[in-house]
């Protein structure tokens, strides 16, 4: 399934803890895309989160919602993950590495090509003319996909998923 963010305004997390302290795993704000992403989210067995490049990083539409998607959801781990941006000219290696950081932090395996996720273009059939970008992009598809069989063979098979431990937290202000 495809997830569009849409285009209405996104807002940030302001921080306030409601969907850790409620229980709900659902964001206080209800006026957005985040919470029917959340509810979908259960359902899945990966995800491909994309951006363009804003000045030399994710949209602020799509680090808006994925703050809030990923702070209040959970059930994240071992479900492959894969950032794929898109760009004119530069910015592309920092916006993946940006994406990818909210699948590190949450025990997702991330899901690679040959390349970085990566295509330029400033239009779809720009984007068409890049062949090695597009290349990637094929690569990707297979290999998530090759990572979700491998995964649900391994439980038919009786392989279980690592035990996930108890996060401990260090304050680095003493």
Known sequence: EIFHV???PIRGCMGCGHCYKSGSERCVFNDDTVNIAL???KDVDGFIFGSPVHYAGASGMITSFLDRFFYAGSGFEYKPGAAIVSCRRGGSSATFDQLNKYFTISNMPIVSSQYWNMVHGNTPEEVKQDLEGMQTMRTLGKNMA????????GKKAGISLPKKEEKLRTNFIR
């Not at 090759?146 to 063979?153: C, D, F, H, Q, R």
């Open 146 to 153: 090759w990572l979700l069989k491998s995964i649900e063979t």
């Open 6 to 8: 849409g285009k209405a």
């Open 39 to 41: 509810e979908k989210a």
